[in-house]
């Protein structure tokens, strides 16, 4: 079955600090691919998206993502962390009309 | 533009009580999901639905039942409820898939469901 996987549950960044968080998926062919923030009592809201095209992809909030089909990754990065920054974020890939979540990634932002 | 609304906000249960969920979405959207959120585990699937009056199984739908009577609309059930359905309950919707791809979903605040 497909699947995604984060392997960092919990990443502790200073504030300022550059920020890469992981995401692997399980091969298959044109994966579409999907990286959501959640912060604390709220619901998912969309960072960016890759369907085809330009392997780097811009999001919101300074965030952007670059898609690597040869490492079957799709990591999220930021260049300079902001306290407001701290929340839960999912990888997902696209199945059918359904999304396919990995288990998150808990951003610790200190001082 | 409310987006998705989820109703309630909080409940807590007795084991053996049934309750529903409710979730609308005004963005005309075909597609609706119901997922749970735990500790770890990410979010998982436990119905979607493809239109209005269609219903299907995602990867955890036992002990729920869901409706879709209209488009707007996409109720969750629980007919005894039991500990381990003590979740968070999240509903999303999107727009049909273009030519097999995938579609954005966007999401509803949640549903903190405590079952005691």
């Known amino acids: 079955a497909q699947s995604v996987t984060q392997p960092d549950i919990h990443i502790t960044v200073s504030e300022g600090a550059s920020l890469e968080l992981r995401c692997n998926y399980s091969?298959?062919?044109?994966?579409?691919l999907f990286w959501y923030v959640q912060s604390p009592g709220q619901g998912l809201q969309l960072l960016l998206k890759?369907?085809?095209?330009?392997?780097l992809v811009q999001g919101i909030k300074g965030f952007e993502a670059e898609f690597k089909r040869s490492q079957s990754s799709f990591n999220l990065r930021k260049p300079s962390v902001h306290w407001s920054d701290a929340a839960e974020y999912f990888c997902?890939?696209?199945?059918?009309?359904?999304?396919?979540f990995g288990q998150g990634t808990e951003l610790s932002v200190k001082p | 533009n409310a987006g998705v609304t989820q109703t309630p906000k909080f409940r807590v249960l007795k084991t053996g009580q049934s309750m529903t969920l409710l979730c609308a979405q005004d963005?005309?959207?075909?597609?609706m999901y119901w997922y749970r959120q735990d500790p770890g585990m990410g979010l998982r699937l436990i119905h979607y639905?493809?239109?209005?009056?269609?219903?299907a199984k995602g990867e955890v739908p036992d002990g729920y039942n869901v409706s879709r009577l209209k488009k707007q609309n996409f109720l969750l059930g629980l007919e005894s409820a039991a500990p381990s359905q003590t979740s968070v309950y999240f509903c999303?919707?999107?727009?049909?898939?273009?030519?097999?791809?995938?579609?954005?979903?966007?999401f509803g605040p949640g549903t903190r469901l405590t079952v005691l």
């Open positions: 999303a919707s999107s727009y049909s898939p273009l030519a097999g791809g995938p579609n954005e979903q966007f």
């Open positions: 890759y369907f085809s095209g330009d392997t």
């Open positions: 091969y298959g062919a044109t994966p579409y």
């Open positions: 639905s493809v239109g209005e009056g269609t219903t």
């Open positions: 963005m005309n959207h075909e597609y």
């Open positions: 997902a890939r696209g199945q059918g009309g359904k999304l396919i």
